[in-house]
């Protein structure tokens, strides 16, 4: 019979391999406060796309060639350079890529989730990293969950229950926000947002971002909106 008396005595050390980072930012309250109304007087203009899954969310901007960030107000401009800085320190200093910070953001786009309203599991193709701002976050709203790799499985496997999940055990995360913070993570990652059974409406901004340049060393490519 094994014992787990001790064991920690012997443990050398615990190496946290290829971890994912998700970046958290915070944006000034009072311009949050200017590009929410702002916003929502935008999207009474704009055409809704419905979400396939749910007719509990509308999508805005939404479209291949269109962005949130083309109109032209001084707020928005301020959003987009928000966006733009914590993607360079996001890369650069969190990530440590060497990359260029030179970027674009390619997709810039609305969500307004109501009662009823879930996202299905999905990934951002054809960017570098992805995020989402929240413009409205009622204290009863549903978070986005993030899914790791792990639990893409397609060949037989074993499995054991974890008795307390923690970081080495869980296959997948959910992460509450407040208004004026800025999630990103790399676009590869799976990500879902469980359905919203309070009567209230979470309004977020999503995007996605390209660098203009990715050079190895050996293979290098130019990339342009």
Not at 15 to 20: A, K
């Amino acid at each position: 019979m094994v014992t787990t008396i001790g064991l920690q005595e012997m443990r050398v050390d615990v190496v946290d391999l290829f971890p994912t980072a998700l970046g958290i930012y915070k944006w000034d309250h009072e311009k949050h406060m200017e590009l929410k109304k702002l916003t929502q007087e935008l999207i009474k203009t704009r055409q809704r796309m419905d979400n396939p899954m749910t007719n509990d969310i509308g999508h805005y901007y939404n479209v291949s060639q269109e962005s949130l960030l083309n109109e032209d107000y001084p707020i928005i401009r301020e959003f987009e350079e928000f966006i733009s800085r914590s993607y360079v320190d996001y890369t650069q200093s969190v990530y440590n890529w060497n990359l260029t910070k030179e970027h674009f953001i390619s997709e810039c786009w609305v969500n307004v989730t109501k009662k009823g309203g879930w996202q299905f599991k999905h990934s951002h193709a054809n960017a570098f990293v992805s995020g989402t701002y929240y413009l409205n976050f009622p204290s009863t709203a549903t978070g986005i969950t993030f899914h790791s790799s792990s639990i893409e499985k397609s060949d037989p496997y074993l499995s054991a229950m974890p008795r307390e999940q923690n970081k080495y055990n869980s296959e997948s995360l959910t992460m509450t926000p407040k208004e004026t913070i800025l999630f990103l993570w790399p676009s590869n990652l799976t990500h879902d947002t469980k359905i919203l059974e309070a009567d209230v409406k979470r309004v977020s901004i999503s995007m996605n971002i390209v660098p203009s340049e990715l050079d190895t060393g050996i293979y290098s490519i130019k990339l342009s909106k």
